[in-house]
């Protein structure tokens, strides 16, 4: 389908079956190499298996015991942030590349034995559900319940899917937030991608809001926006908190809210948060040092887990923003450099600004964003 024809009638609004979409094969993973992952320290991994009171979750990650010891049917290993780990799942996010990368929050993957799922529920993000093995039988639509209480998973209370489908290998399903939905293995070694969304919703863009407000008034504490109140009237009740200073407190944040860059500042730097914190880097270095070692031959890579957006402010200012970080540059350096998988010599010599993108790198590996590769 038509990117355009997708967005327009599909994105956010309604579910979408996609039968042969995707070659499966480019795409599945080994039992064991998926396992493997789910045993790493950093990872975030859960195991769904199911008992007579219904669906148990652990977190991993995972000792090899309690893998080796998995029931015969009935169990799902979910591992989020594949890519990170696996980073030729980065070609599989560039199929997406119709949307911004920012919104892309990870890729799943679930491996499962015959009758393995995590029960209906519903999700707050949209997400294509890319089935590389085995086949699932999907289930989804209908009201919305309320979820099972006490249940360690977000369980919906009732479930009357409005439709039916089984994927096979190659098959993806596109899913809206809020529709809710159950996926259930119907072969052993069933395997599924997810390639999930990010929707920063207004907790985590105030948290930001405020981290922004801080950084930008740190230096000119004087000139930091504060409540004022000339000409008031005398008070009739001291104890009261006036209508008029909740509104004169709203125009100081409203005024915050009007300044795009300072809300471009806080965007950017929520939706780059990685998944994985940056490992810490093995060298560290300077603009002068990182220019001698790549006309050396050197080559910069950037780490799998690393999120990068590029922004234009107008007026010749430009932010690049990295792994929750804002870093002012020109806007033509930032949207050379936030594109990147790897950098050398001969890539600084079509780059806008040699002698800056040598400053903006330095950052960057100290950082742990980029590693130096010999
Ligand atoms: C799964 O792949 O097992 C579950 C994915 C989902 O329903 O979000
Ligand atoms: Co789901």
Known sequence: MDASVFLAGHWQRRALFCPQALDAAAWTIEPEDLLSVAMEDAVSARLVTRNEQGFVLE??????????????SAWSVLVQAMEVWEPRYH????????????????VMISLAARDGGVGPHVDQYDVFLIQVAGRRRWSFGGPVSRLVEGAPLRLLSRFEPEERIVAEP????????????????????????????????????????????AARWQEEVEEEP???????????????????????????LQDALDDPAL?????????????????PPEDTTDPDDLARRLAGGARLERWSGSRLAHHDLGSGDGMLFVDGEALPCSPELAAWLARRDSVTQDDLHECPDAREACSLLAELVNRGSFGIAR
Do not use: K
Request: glycine content about 10%; aromatic content about 6%.
């Open 226 to 252: 504060r409540f004022t109140d000339p000409g008031r009237a005398p008070a009739d009740d001291p104890w009261e908190l006036p209508g008029a200073d909740v509104v004169r407190a709203r125009a100081i």
């Open 170 to 213: 190659g098959d993806v399903l596109y899913l809206p937030p809020g529709v809710p939905h159950d996926g259930v293995a119907l072969d052993d070694g069933c395997t599924t991608l997810s390639v999930g969304f990010r929707a920063p919703g207004l907790v985590d863009l105030a948290d930001r809001l405020a981290e922004a407000a």
């Open 59 to 72: 977190n991993g990650p995972f000792a090899e015991e309690r893998l080796d010891d998995l029931p015969d």
């Open 263 to 279: 809300v471009a500042r806080l965007l950017g730097e929520q939706v780059t948060m990685p998944r994985l914190p940056p490992p």
């Open 91 to 106: 070609g599989l996010i560039a199929l997406f590349d119709f949307l911004p990368r920012w919104r892309i929050d990870d």
